[in-house]
């Protein structure tokens, strides 16, 4: 019902293959971009300029309370774009993992990360966290991102996740809460989606909150 109600010019926010055709042509079209438009994801054309510090309050207010305090941890990130949310998952690591669809967004972070031990790029599908060795990661997140993705490809990557964490290990999503929206080019999933789908491949739901009027973070635990 949800699907056939959204106008047809939004359609690449629900159906997957456009989805993906949509967030490949996005993001991914050359190195340029990100540098001189985007300027590595600390500016959004129609937007506004992002704050030296936001990235660190909002680890700090919704990340950083699950971790017990430890900053030895195996972590996956999933779409970094030009690396934005990358230094504060860094600093909590032991060795880090960057996976994109985009290779404009692989190579721009090769750039910028070049030297920290301990780092390693992917170019994926798209949905799915296959490419990346190993199934003991301690966290796996994604920031502002997701909140450009369709519900099902955030659910095949849901199920991808959970083969690759420990037990106990977390999932931190920054998603689209409230379903499609125009502005932002917000995805259909929502806030009860997403626990829905955790729930459904064995997943505790920690908490889920709103960090903007449409943008949700949740994080989950596998058991």
Known sequence: MGQASTPDRLKF???????????????GRDEDIWRNTYRYGYYW???TNQKNNIVTLIA??????HLDGRRDLKIMELAPGGGRFTPELIRLSRE?????????????CKERFQY??????????GKSVSIVPGDDFDLIASFDSMVHM???VIEKYIASFVCKLKSGGII?????????SEAGCRSDMTKERMASIAESHGLFVS?????????????????
């Open 13 to 27: 926010l629900v159906d997957e293959d456009l989805n993906l055709q949509w967030n490949k042509q996005t993001w």
């Open 45 to 47: 054309p129609g937007g």
């Open 60 to 65: 700090e207010k919704y990340l950083l309370p």
């Open 96 to 108: 880090m993992h960057l996976v994109d669809y985009n290779d404009a967004c692989i190579s721009i």
């Open 116 to 125: 920290y031990p301990n780092m390693q790029f992917y170019v994926n599908d």
């Open 150 to 152: 369709a519900a099902s």
């Open 172 to 180: 931190w999503l920054d998603h689209s809460g409230k379903g499609v």
């Open 207 to 223: 908490t889920q909150s709103f960090r903007s009027p449409t943008d949700c973070i949740t994080v989950l635990i596998k058991q």
